[in-house]
């Protein structure tokens, strides 16, 4: 990461993060439904992908707003995340027992969002980050 020097700089960084963060789940999610056995979990997880993609369209409209990019982040947190989700999902053959993994191993994920979403909360509230 490069030096932050102004609060403008790290609420861009942390909307850069979450957006990768958006970004990974869009991608994962679809295969996590794939690999769900039962029709109601892969409706939660179809119907979560489709929030994510919204989630990511309202955080591209904030780097529209503001002439920034929103790519050069990436969040190691979530690959990490992602990828025991899928190590975890791939070595259980009977799909009950892998809907169940595949629940256990949506909870990372779940849980990561409103702690991104937290902080750059809070570095938006300690300054003039929207005023842009």
């Given at each position: 990461?490069?030096?932050?020097?102004?609060?403008?700089?790290?609420?861009?960084?942390?909307?850069?993060d979450?957006?990768?963060?958006?970004?990974?789940?869009?991608?994962?999610?679809?295969?996590?439904?794939?690999?769900?056995?039962?029709?109601?979990l892969?409706?939660?997880?179809?119907?979560?992908f489709?929030?994510?993609?919204?989630?990511?369209k309202?955080?591209?409209?904030?780097?529209?707003?503001?002439g920034?990019k929103s790519?050069?982040?990436?969040?190691?947190?979530?690959?990490?995340?992602?990828?025991?989700?899928?190590?975890?999902?791939?070595?259980?053959?009977?799909?009950?027992?892998?809907?169940?993994?595949?629940?256990?191993?949506?909870?990372?994920?779940?849980?990561?969002?409103?702690?991104?979403?937290?902080?750059?909360?809070?570095?938006?509230?300690?300054?003039d980050c929207?005023?842009k």
């Amino acid at each position: 990461m490069a030096k932050v020097t102004t609060m403008e700089e790290l609420f861009l960084d942390e909307i850069r993060d979450l957006h990768d963060a958006e970004s990974q789940l869009t991608k994962a999610l679809p295969e996590m439904a794939e690999a769900a056995s039962s029709d109601e979990l892969r409706n939660a997880f179809e119907e979560h992908f489709e929030q994510t993609v919204n989630q990511v369209k309202r955080l591209e409209h904030i780097f529209v707003v503001r002439g920034e990019k929103s790519t050069g982040k990436k969040c190691a947190a979530m690959t990490a995340l992602i990828k025991e989700a899928n190590e975890t999902v791939s070595a259980i053959d009977e799909a009950v027992l892998r809907d169940a993994g595949l629940i256990a191993a949506a909870q990372y994920p779940a849980t990561h969002r409103p702690v991104c979403t937290r902080r750059v909360s809070e570095t938006t509230e300690r300054s003039d980050c929207w005023t842009k």
